[in-house]
């Protein structure tokens, strides 16, 4: 299809040295493609880990950060009203053109009242904080679970955003705008009753201490929509397994659909996808994911990030925030969002895909 993609990467803690092993860079991203120029890298894992470590941004010296686009530390003129502040891991390729097409939606947004700190590996909030305040800035938006954390022991005026988390908890939720990379379910469910019209019931099975949040908004959606959503908690792999089989058993392949969300405990990869994908296959039950990699492996569809229009929203969020002095608390589901499929599915299912809204990503890759 000729398109070119650059998803949003969750970041890890790493070394900001070029020098970083195969493994560590494997490990900063899980679900979702990086695309660059004519290769598609896989990214595994997920929220296993810290994602970005902030450290001190030196007013001297600041780090260089891109060879192919100078993004160093930019504070355009904003009026002397103070501005944004995004905070980002120094990193190598493929992965620095993440950031830069993030940043690249913010700056859009914010038109100019943006500063954008690369920062190294040793964390110093002292110093940290004293590099802020001399931007004048009102509003931080940090990237990262390790992000969050850092960012929450800022001084307490500053106003929060965070990206690139899967979920957070009610704590750290009370003074910041999370926003998740879970996409939107009532996106999901839409785009499910255009591929599967008839589809009257969905089950899904999540661990409550992860995605709590997320089933509220997914049962708010599916009766917004028409449809039923059957939830199953499970806390561990054997009841995760216990309710797939119960739900395998029940299921009405011409009417119900099972949804995946992204959940450690219950979508675990190495026993209950293989159970998943074989059983789902033969009998013809429709599942959609949450996860982008499990498109390729055989699930219907799944949204992933837009990263340039998640910078559009992230800064959206900071600039409210700047306007309102602190409203818009609270989990935000992924909205900006692109869609992949898996045609050799879609088409076991007799799924019409010329009937479908586009997508943005099709498997098997022609």
Known sequence: MGISFLLLALFASLSVS???????????????????????????????FQEVLIVPVRVAGLVNVAVQRKVANKLADAGGAGGIAVIYPEIGEPYRSVFTQIIDGIEEKAKGRVSNFAVGKDVDVGQLKIALRRQDTKVVIALGRQGMRVARSLESDLGLVIGGVLSASEEEVQSAQVNSLSPDPALLFSRL???????????????????????????????QQGLELVTYQAEDLRGAMRAYQEILAKADVEKDALWLPQDSTTVEDSTVMPMLLQESWGRNLTMFSSSFSHVRRGVLFSLYPD????????????LSLMATGGSGFGMMPLREVLMAINLRTARHLGVNTSRLQSFDMAFPEQ
């Open 193 to 223: 009753k255009s591929m599967m019209p008839k589809a009257r019931r969905i089950f899904t099975v999540y661990d409550p201490r992860q995605n709590e949040w997320l089933i509220r908004l997914a049962k708010d959606a599916a009766r």
């Open 18 to 48: 070029v020098q970083a092993s195969t493994k560590d860079s494997h490990e900063i991203f899980r679900d979702q493609p990086v695309w660059i120029g004519e290769s598609l890298f896989d990214i595994e894992r997920l929220d296993d």
């Open 307 to 318: 990263n340039v229009d998640l910078g559009r929203s992230l800064a959206g969020s900071a």
